[in-house]
């Protein structure tokens, strides 16, 4: 952060010209994050910089955007130092003439109040001559720059109302235009002035939105009569956007733009696509829209048949249109129809839905219409509407994804009767039935229905279909504090070695139970695995190698817990197992992974006369450490790697070499070599080799 180091390091930079590119490139990126440092004596230095990027053979879009930052950025920070402010400008130049315009950034965000103008006096002339040479990238990226604080100054936006004189070509005009008009305070007297330099200018989104919405007195100007101008091209019809508050303008007005629309949707040389465009804008007209929208309705051609119906639901009477709508269930349309009903069904009051809908659900309609209308009468419709949907689910022969829809339904009505009958009968039905019930979140049911909701869990987990099993098993966690009898039922998930236990299961399981003691989980597998002592051909011991995945379980638990869970049940289940002597290697490792370097005396005397095991256990060391060294003091876990290394033994001197590899964190500072060091004399050999095979590199 000295501006002299910067001052050097420019200096230095004379060499660049003999580089290749991407150095250039990587050297012009770094200067520019330091922009703010530069001093004006280095414009000279900055100049030869510049030439040289520019007029390297090799120059590469790369080395102009970072030259183009670095000007952008001196511009910014150096807006009132004349040799640094001419030498940005030249540069941002250089890089338009053979790129794009770099951005400015964001000069209102640096920027006292006040000193917009003053920016723009001084960035004037440039602007001038930009324009006088037919480039306006340098007054529009000022606009930008300065965000709104660009209408505060008068000259600034005088150049923009300049710049949508008929001598500019289009794409500049309707730059300039958006600009112009975005002072929501002007805009409505502008755009009429916009409307005099050109009548085609209607046409750009801005123009046509005012129009629309706060300058409805001009809309008879483009509306009587088909606008003429460079935005228009001779022989190209003008078709009005979408009317955008209709209900703002007159009756003569929607009478107007309806013919508009009408002579481009009746046209049979129009492109289905543009007669489709048309259908659906005049139905957003108030009284006229869901007329012209119930005329194409039943048109010939799909794509103008299938507008008009999803045209309807933006209309201003949607209970014609849900009628109309509701007709084509049974048909080619119902995909159309459906999907506009479920926003009209929004707009009807919830007693006229049953006789609209309840025809359609019982009926022999499409699955498409079956399912939009349980959805809509699950959502909209009155009470008495689940009694329907029972009907509707005990159907014969009624469609899976049906009953599906059904079930999420009553999923969202626990208060009803008959929604509580459906789930129940979801969870003996298909896999999208038993989902439909699974994705209910604890959270999102009252709390006076999650006791019985969590039956319905419970049932799900104990149900005939293996893959509905392990999914009802993982949302069981969220259920636990309203499930009676969880240990025993995550007891038996868990000990079922015919069900395979994916990695993300056991955690959550273990979380939702430690609490009631895994003693008994235990148990039930170390007496499977003494059943089962020899293995056999197919599987070598699974009782074992579940609880293996078990322990590694809990130590990723207790990793992700943080210091303030209670690790105590665990603890005492990781104890007892430890007096089991052919499981002492899940114990320790559940020990040292529990205890959160507490544990680590207590872990060794477990292992002493065990070499090979000590060594596992350092290896289980190393990764708790990592996962806890974030919240725990280094001078905590220097002190505990030093007295490990005075006691001599092979298992403390193996976790203390663990503990003191972990020098690297703190660029082994002094005490932490000296650790590692006096562990490189520890009495037991294999200690020293392991102290060895870590490299201090400071």
């Not at 500049?172 to 002035?193: F, G, M, N, Q, Y």
């Not at 929607?254 to 659906?280: I, N």
Request: aromatic share 6%; proline share 5%; glycine share 6%.
């Amino acid at each position: 952060r000295d501006p002299r180091a910067v001052a050097e390091a420019v200096g230095a930079l004379d060499r660049l010209r003999n580089e290749q590119d991407p150095v250039r490139s990587a050297a012009l990126s770094a200067l520019a994050g330091v922009a703010a440092l530069v001093t004006a004596d280095l414009a000279p230095a900055l100049t030869r910089l510049a030439t040289d990027a520019v007029e390297a053979r090799d120059v590469s879009a790369q080395s102009l955007g970072a030259l183009g930052d670095l000007a952008a950025g001196v511009l910014r920070q150096h807006v009132g130092e004349a040799a640094l402010r001419d030498w940005a400008l030249r540069t941002l130049d250089l890089v338009a003439a053979r790129s794009t315009m770099p951005s400015l950034g964001r000069l209102d965000r640096v920027l006292r109040r006040g000193q917009e103008s003053l920016v723009f006096d001084r960035l004037r002339d440039w602007i001038e001559a930009g324009m006088a040479r037919g480039h306006y990238e340098p007054l529009f990226a000022l606009v930008h720059a300065l965000g709104r604080r660009a209408r505060l100054v008068p000259g600034l936006q005088d150049q923009l109302r300049r710049s949508i004189s008929r001598g500019v070509v289009e794409s500049v005009a309707r730059t300039a235009i958006s600009l112009w008009l975005a002072d929501p305070r002007t805009r409505a007297a502008r755009v009429a002035k916009v409307l005099d330099f050109d009548a085609s200018a209607v046409v750009v989104a801005p123009v046509w939105r005012i129009l629309c919405t706060e300058r409805t007195d001009l809309l008879d100007r483009v509306l009587d009569e088909a606008p003429r101008g460079r935005f228009v091209q001779d022989g190209v019809r003008w078709v009005p956007g979408p009317p955008e508050h209709a209900e703002r303008w007159l009756p003569r007005q929607h009478v107007a733009y309806a013919e508009q629309q009408l002579r481009v949707a009746e046209d049979a040389g129009a492109t289905p696509a543009a007669r489709a465009r048309a259908v659906a804008a005049a139905a957003r007209l108030p009284v006229l829209g869901g007329a012209i929208a119930m005329r194409f309705a039943e048109a010939a051609d799909v794509v103008v048949a299938e507008a008009a119906l999803g045209a309807l639901a933006w209309s201003d009477r949607p209970g014609e249109a849900m009628t109309t709508l509701l007709r084509h269930a049974g048909g080619d349309r119902a995909r159309v129809a459906m999907y506009a009903a479920s926003r009209v069904a929004g707009h009807l009051p919830p007693s006229r839905l049953p006789a609209l809908l309840d025809d359609v659900l019982l009926g022999d309609t499409k699955v498409t219409s079956r399912k939009e209308a349980a959805r809509l009468l699950g959502r909209y419709g009155p009470e008495e509407s689940m009694t329907t949907l029972l009907r509707a689910y005990e159907k014969e022969n009624q469609h899976r994804d049906v009953r599906t829809a059904i079930v999420a339904a009553a999923r969202n009505r626990l208060w009803s009767a008959p929604s509580w009958t459906i789930l129940a009968a979801g969870v003996r039905g298909s896999r999208e039935e038993h989902r439909a019930v699974l994705a209910a979140a604890a959270a999102g049911v009252a709390g006076r229905h999650r006791t019985r909701y969590a039956e319905l869990i419970v049932a799900a987990c104990r149900g005939a279909d293996r893959q509905i099993r392990r999914e009802a098993f993982t949302r069981l966690p969220e259920w636990a504090p309203w499930v009676t009898g969880l240990t025993e039922l995550v007891t038996e998930r868990l000990a079922d070695l015919e069900a395979e236990l994916e990695h993300y299961e056991a955690g959550p399981l273990i979380q939702a139970v430690h609490a009631d003691g895994l003693r008994p989980l235990w148990e039930r597998l170390i007496e499977r695995d003494a059943a089962d002592d020899e293995g056999n051909a197919e599987r070598d011991r699974p009782a074992w190698h579940r609880l293996d995945e078990l322990a590694q379980a809990v130590v990723s638990w207790s990793n992700r817990a943080g210091s303030g869970a209670d690790r105590g049940p665990a603890l005492a289940v990781a104890r007892w197992l430890a007096g089991q002597p052919a499981y002492l290697a899940h114990a320790v490792r559940m020990i040292i992974g529990l205890g959160r370097l507490e544990n680590l005396d207590e872990a060794a005397d477990l292992v002493a006369g065990r070499p090979v095991l000590a060594w596992h256990a350092a290896r289980h060391v190393a990764s708790v450490v990592s996962a806890c060294e974030t919240a725990t003091d280094p001078a905590r876990i220097l002190a505990l790697a030093t007295e490990l290394g005075r006691r001599g033994d092979l298992a403390r001197g193996l976790f203390a070499v663990q503990l003191a590899g972990r020098g690297f964190r703190h660029d082994w500072a002094v005490e932490w070599r000296d650790l590692l060091r006096s562990l490189r004399r520890h009495p037991d050999p294999d200690v020293r080799d392991e102290a060895t095979s870590i490299a201090m590199n400071w």
